[in-house]
């Protein structure tokens, strides 16, 4: 394994604990998590928009819901990869 970063209790860095977890294949990185989802993460992010255009089309706030939408999408994988990497670091 790499490197580490020791605190000053002489404990590893979750960050490059996690780093050598993902560099060596035991985790999987964001975008291999969010595809391992069942759905390639271009096509997540597509039916968030279709989703949301269909609702708002005749809204005047269009680019406005759509943004909101991806920004959902993008912080709820955030945190369901956060969870992921705890439960695989056995936190």
């Given at each position: 394994m790499g490197s580490f970063n020791y605190n000053c209790d002489g404990q590893i860095e979750l960050t490059d604990?996690?780093?050598s977890q993902i560099k060596s294949g035991?985790?999987?990185d964001l975008t291999t998590w969010i595809n391992s989802q069942g759905k390639a993460?271009?096509?997540?992010?597509?039916?968030?928009?279709?989703?949301?255009?269909?609702?708002?089309?005749?809204?005047?706030?269009?680019?406005?819901r759509l943004t909101?939408?991806?920004?959902?999408?993008?912080?709820?994988?955030s945190i369901?990869?956060?969870?992921?990497?705890?439960?695989?670091?056995?936190?």
């Amino acid at each position: 394994m790499g490197s580490f970063n020791y605190n000053c209790d002489g404990q590893i860095e979750l960050t490059d604990y996690l780093k050598s977890q993902i560099k060596s294949g035991i985790a999987m990185d964001l975008t291999t998590w969010i595809n391992s989802q069942g759905k390639a993460q271009y096509t997540q992010i597509e039916e968030v928009i279709k989703q949301t255009y269909e609702s708002e089309k005749y809204s005047s706030e269009l680019v406005g819901r759509l943004t909101n939408a991806v920004s959902v999408y993008v912080l709820n994988q955030s945190i369901g990869y956060m969870k992921y990497l705890k439960d695989k670091s056995s936190i």
